[in-house]
């Protein structure tokens, strides 16, 4: 890897987490498109770099939610209960099934975009208190393992799915940004470690591009922190109108992908 390419991964990793760890996202989705069409990591190992990113950038963000007492309760065990059995199927169907990008890209399209809309209608125009009641454990556990699996397909970090939608439907950001950061962290970690055990037994390049992966994760791990610094001081209409903003941002970039 070039010096210069190590740098452009730092400034995004960077930039990335600065904007998106204040709502609960890692920043994965937003660097994925960067990885395979600036810095040039070829698939399938864009995955495991990704979710290499997510392992060294996280704990900037974690360590302030830490120490700013905002870090566990019981939503964070629920979306780590959900998501990490679900990076191990989802690491398991990218090895042995090797789904196209074109689908994943369709389909993160279709979710995040009407639900980025929605999310901000509903800050701007609330609806009545009985339509925004949080999703149950069980549902929530449920939409944690749909995300893993497709945060083990394709490495991207569970916040930017989770956060939105936990949102809309009444959970305050302060509450589901560290929650949803340390699920993404930990199912990292985990998927991270299934593809290098599935490497063992699987032919074809799984391996991440560490160097690429570690300039990105260190930009990442001082981008996230600021972030998580800057969350309490911006208020939950501005947090709400962000992640809306970022949903709907995915959603038309993936979209975009998709009809070239």
């Given amino acids: ?6 740098v452009l991964g730092f400034a ?5 987490s600065v904007v998106t760890s204040p709502a609960g996202v890692s ?7 960067v990885q395979v069409s600036v810095l040039g990591v070829p698939s399938p190992a864009v995955t495991p770099t990704n979710l290499l990113y997510n392992v060294v950038a996280g704990p900037g963000a974690l360590l302030r ?21 679900g990076v191990l199927i989802g690491a398991v169907i ?35 208190v009985r339509a925004t009641r949080a999703p149950s454990p069980g549902a929530t556990r449920s939409l944690a393992l749909a995300v893993g699996v ?27 940004a560290p929650a949803a950061l340390a699920s993404t962290f930990v199912t990292s970690v985990v998927g991270a470690a299934a593809y290098a055990l599935l490497s063992l037994a699987a032919t074809g390049d799984l391996a991440p591009d560490w160097l690429l992966g570690l300039s990105c994760g260190t930009g990442g791990l001082v981008g996230g922190y600021l972030g998580a610094r800057l969350q309490p001081l911006l208020p939950e209409t501005v947090l709400r109108i962000l ?16 009809l070239r």
Avoid: K, N
């Avoid at 920043?27 to 498109?33: D, H, R, T």
């Avoid at 939610?65 to 059995?85: M, Q």
């Fill in 27 to 33: 920043g994965a989705v937003f660097l994925l498109p």
């Fill in 150 to 176: 497709a945060g083990g397909i394709y490495g991207i970090g569970g916040g930017s799915l989770l956060g939105p939608v936990l949102v809309g439907r009444g959970a305050p950001v302060a509450i589901v």
């Fill in 94 to 128: 990218r090895v042995f099934a090797v789904p196209g990008p074109r689908i994943f890209r369709l389909l993160i399209a279709a979710l995040l975009l009407p639900l980025g809309l929605w999310l901000g209608l509903r800050t701007v125009r609330p609806a009545p």
């Fill in 1 to 6: 890897m070039e010096w210069s390419t190590g």
């Fill in 65 to 85: 939610h830490w120490r700013a007492g905002r870090l566990g309760g019981p939503l964070t065990r629920l979306l780590i209960a959900g998501t990490v059995p």
């Fill in 12 to 16: 995004a990793g960077l930039l990335i």
């Fill in 243 to 258: 992640l809306g903003t970022l949903a709907t941002g995915i959603g038309a970039l993936y979209a975009v992908q998709t």
